[in-house]
Structure formats: C-alpha cells, structure tokens
C-alpha cells in the first residue's frame, strides 16, 4: 500500500478550516483511479509568516520536505483567476523549482474565484439545513445557479447576509449562528459532485490528479 502525506497553506484561519477536508476528500476520491491502493493521511497544515506569499510557499515547501504534496491557497480576489496565477501561482511554482536541497516541490494550487467562502454556497440546500432555516433561496438573497456563485463580488459578505436574514425570524433568545461556524460542517458534509460545478474546484482537482501522476500513483 502506498501512502500519500499532504500539506497545506492557507492564507487564513477559516480557510485553513474548510480546506482541509476538501483537500483530503478530494484526494481521498481520486485514489480510487490509482494503481494500487493509497491511504490518504490527514493533510497537515503548514504556518508560514513571511512577507510575501511567494516566500510563504518556498519556506512551507522547505518546511515539510517528507511530503508527497503540498496544496497552496490563494484566493482570486477577482472575477478571474488570472492574477493569482501570473503574479503568485506561477513565480511560486518557479521559486521552489530553483531550491537547492531539500524541499516539496510537488505544488498543487488552489484558487477560489473571489474567496474561499464561494464554494461553501455550492451547496445552498446543504447550507440551509446547517443554518437550521426554511427560507427560500431567494427570500435569503442567494445564489440560484452554479454559474452566478463564481460573479459575485463578496461571496463572504452573502453568506452573512444570509444569516442575517435566516435569524430575523427568531426570537432575540434563540443563539444566533455566526459565520465562522459554518467553515467546518459544510466541509465535511459538502459532496464534491456539487463543487464539480465551479470552475476553480475542477482546476484544484486537475491539478491534484496531475500531482498523482507525478508520483506514479495514477496512470496517464
């Protein structure tokens, strides 16, 4: 049995709370296309702070030499991931190639078209049920279709507002939920079919799958 250890950087607290289990259902589901079985372990995440992002991946990728893979995160902050990739993505994946010893260079990027809380409304029926209402989508000012998740400018912000809504019909007494509740349950109940839908996370699991393939862990 082959073993696959993951890291992870995140810019983020939340984003460290969300993207762990995305990270290893997502590889969790891409072993069953391996050759052989592969035990996934529990993706570590790496702390870094330095002043760049590029100098954030290279020490991670030094930091954790023993890795089969290591995930960075970046959020797009944009309608496009354009930037992430030309000014943060790509110099990073170019930096850790040049280090002489050793170090992970078997990079995989994540970039979540605006911010990391996109994918946490791909699930809008899930959502609701996490944040115990029966308002309707729209009565909750969310996204109806897959395509309009990636164009919004804060996805975080509709989140909130969504709560806001959802609670306005319950007593002052009733404990309110707080956004940063909901980073660890949606990930864990998300099914990746449903992330599927958007962009990015397809691009994340592209890129996943070629990491495999460089370990000779999955076929061409």
């Known amino acids: 049995m082959n073993i696959l250890t993951v ?10 709370r969300f993207l762990g289990n995305i990270i290893r259902k997502t590889f969790e589901e891409l072993a069953f296309s391996c ?6 372990y529990e993706p570590q995440h790496v702390f870094i702070q330095e002043t760049t992002f590029i100098d954030n991946v290279v020490e991670a990728s030094k930091k954790i030499p023993w890795a089969n893979v290591l995930c960075i995160h970046t959020d ?5 991931d354009d930037n992430a990739f030309n000014f943060k993505i ?19 990027p994540i970039v979540p078209i605006q911010m990391t809380e996109a994918w946490m409304l791909a699930d809008i029926d899930l959502l609701r049920e996490i944040i115990y209402t029966s ?24 989140i909130k507002n969504a709560l806001t809504i959802a609670f306005s019909e319950f007593s002052r007494r009733r404990k309110k939920i707080d956004i940063s509740e909901l980073y660890v ?9 449903i992330l599927n839908n958007l962009s990015s996370y397809i691009k994340f699991k592209t890129s996943a799958r070629q990491a495999l393939r460089f370990l000779n862990y999955m076929p061409e």
């Not at 890291?7 to 460290?16: F, R, V």
């Not at 349950?185 to 079919?193: A, C, F, M, V």
């Open 185 to 193: 349950p949606i990930s864990q109940r998300i099914d990746l079919n």
């Open 35 to 40: 050759t052989g079985q592969i035990e996934v």
């Open 76 to 80: 797009s902050d944009n309608r496009t």
């Open 135 to 158: 308002k309707s989508i729209e009565e909750l000012q969310l996204p109806n279709h897959y395509r309009q998740i990636e164009q919004l400018n804060n996805p975080k912000q509709t």
């Open 90 to 108: 790509n110099p990073s994946l170019n930096a850790v190639n040049s280090i002489v010893g050793r170090a992970c260079k078997n990079l995989v």
């Open 7 to 16: 890291g992870y950087t995140t810019e983020g607290e939340t984003d460290k």
